[in-house]
């Protein structure tokens, strides 16, 4: 059991509850109409949407995930980021100034324009259901290590509570003020979860009783004799997961998974669509990037202290020492390096901070998949089917559906959790590991859908569907846990999700190619 919190503690948490009440009573007025509930206006800062770009971007997941990588590996995640900039700048030329010529709410709408609403149809429900594993998935992994702190237990009535406290915070937060309350709550979340980072790495260093440049010597040369943890760019080829963070990966897979992720994933496109051209969009995007890399490389330093801090006694009071490094585990359970790290050694008071870190960093996440979720359901798939059937809609009619489908949403979010933790606890599968990688089965088809709309007058309303369910399907396929079930042992093989996601969006562009032209529009 953990330390019971401190007056301190609760003071502490006071306080973030008071910051959640002040900006919600600012930023969640009513929004006046559907523009105005799913797209700000079109009016919002550029500055405050790239914030809200990186705030969607990272999550919950990099705040306890990152120095996870930082602890057992080196600063070639950083790397990724030269993805990042060759993504934007496609997403900058080919699909923004698309987006908003032909005025659209959810970037599916696109397709319609091309292939016909079937197609958006089709690509918003694979958004749907890639989002439902993603996101709730990352509400679990969130619930956790609340459930952890709060009461010192992972039982299931303890993590069932901590998920629907994250839950219910962020629905009433944003069910009213809708996309516009969205964004200035993720700066908030942003401000907040970077804060509580940047008070661990100064209580780190400062619990380290070692000078600057003999930790950078240790971290030059670790002592199981791998390459230095400064290394930045590696160009070795590795197909293994190990190598997804290599150069020839980064430069491949990387660049599709953010061009997927910039340009064809609602939950971050939607805020791009805010603000009122796409040459702010370009801005907003491009200045999240940037503003990324100190951002992860917190986190990423935060592993590497830990590194020190567990695995080099030498360098450590003897109080510390103990020449092993720790079994990261809590009641049983495996945790990363970071959480074994905030249960066991932090005091109270920056333990608090923490929480708090990872509720924002939760509500952030969560925050922006009831909206991006919402919007894809309503205006996509609800919008269409009362246009079909030949009935009206107003502007209140579909916010109120957007309110609507918001709590939906955050329901269905609760129950995907909650199955995460069951699913967990009763099988061998690493269904964690599935869910917070399955929006790469999304993205594949998706991928291989707007690359023949954009760069070619093929496909059809079959092939689309064909591509969109293969590209899913292949990376699926490829995981360890499913290829056991169908090759033999001798045949099986491990390959790193980048190489997934190239092959699948190759296999799926190619299969969407091969519908014919018949009654499809012109290239976009």
């Not at 805010?274 to 702010?280: I, N, R």
Request: glycine share 8%; charged share 10%; hydrophobic share 50%.
């Amino acid at each position: 059991m953990i330390d019971q919190f401190s007056a301190i503690d609760w003071l502490i948490f006071g306080g973030y509850g008071l910051i959640l009440i002040v900006s919600g009573w600012l930023y969640n007025r009513q929004a006046a109409n559907s523009n105005d509930y799913f797209l700000g206006g079109k009016s919002m800062p550029m500055w405050v949407v790239a914030i809200s770009v990186l705030a969607t971007s990272q999550s919950a997941a990099t705040f306890l995930g990152g120095p996870d990588q930082g602890y057992r590996g080196d600063l070639t995640y950083l790397a990724t980021n030269i993805a990042g900039f060759i993504a934007a700048i496609f997403v900058a030329k080919f699909l923004l100034p698309k987006f908003y010529k032909f005025k659209v709410f959810t970037v599916y709408e696109l397709l319609a324009q091309r292939f016909g609403d079937q197609a958006k149809y089709q690509a918003g429900t694979v958004y749907l259901v890639g989002r439902l594993f993603a996101s709730g998935a990352r509400l679990y992994m969130a619930a956790i290590a609340i459930a952890m702190i709060l009461f010192g237990n992972i039982e299931a009535s303890s993590v069932m509570i901590s998920i629907t406290l994250i839950a219910t915070v962020g629905l009433l937060y944003t069910v009213y003020g809708g996309i516009r309350t969205v964004i200035y709550s993720d700066v908030i979340q942003c401000i907040v979860y970077i804060s509580a980072a940047l008070l661990v790495l100064g209580y780190l260093l400062y619990s380290i009783p070692s000078d600057f440049s003999t930790i950078i010597n240790a971290l030059q040369t670790p002592t199981d004799g791998s390459q230095s943890k400064l290394t930045l760019i590696d160009f070795s080829l590795d197909f293994s997961p190990s190598g997804v963070f290599g150069f020839w990966s980064v430069i491949t897979g990387f660049v599709l998974l953010n061009i997927a992720a910039f340009g064809m994933d609602q939950d971050v496109t939607q805020r791009m669509l805010t603000c009122k051209d796409s040459k702010e969009a370009t801005k907003a995007l491009t200045s999240s990037i940037i503003m990324g890399i100190p951002v992860v490389l917190i986190f990423v330093i935060i592993g590497m202290l830990l590194y020190i801090y567990y695995q080099r006694p030498d360098l450590m009071s003897q109080s510390i020492a103990n020449g092993d490094a720790p079994t990261p585990e809590f009641v049983g359970q495996t945790v990363t390096i970071f959480m074994y790290y905030v249960l066991t050694d932090l005091p109270n008071g920056i333990k608090a901070v923490v929480t708090i870190g990872i509720i924002a960093a939760a509500l952030s996440t969560l925050n922006s998949g009831l909206n991006s979720m919402s919007s894809v359901a309503v205006q996509d798939i609800y919008r269409g089917i009362l246009l079909k059937n030949g009935k009206t809609l107003s502007d209140t009619h579909m916010v109120k559906a957007g309110r609507i489908s918001m709590i939906v949403v955050a329901i269905a979010l609760s129950l995907m959790a909650a199955l995460c933790f069951y699913w967990q606890q009763h099988s061998d599968m690493p269904l964690l590991a599935f869910a917070l990688s399955v929006m790469i089965f999304s993205y594949s088809g998706l991928l291989g859908v707007y690359f023949t709309a954009l760069f070619s007058n093929r496909g059809s309303p079959l092939s689309i569907l064909a591509a969109l369910i293969i590209g899913f399907l292949i990376p699926v396929l490829m995981q360890p846990y499913i290829m056991s079930l169908y090759l033999p042992v001798e045949y099986q093989f491990s390959l790193g999700f980048s190489w997934q996601l190239m092959i699948a969006t190759f296999v799926a562009t190619s299969v969407c190619l091969l519908g014919n032209t018949n009654a499809i529009k012109d290239k976009m």
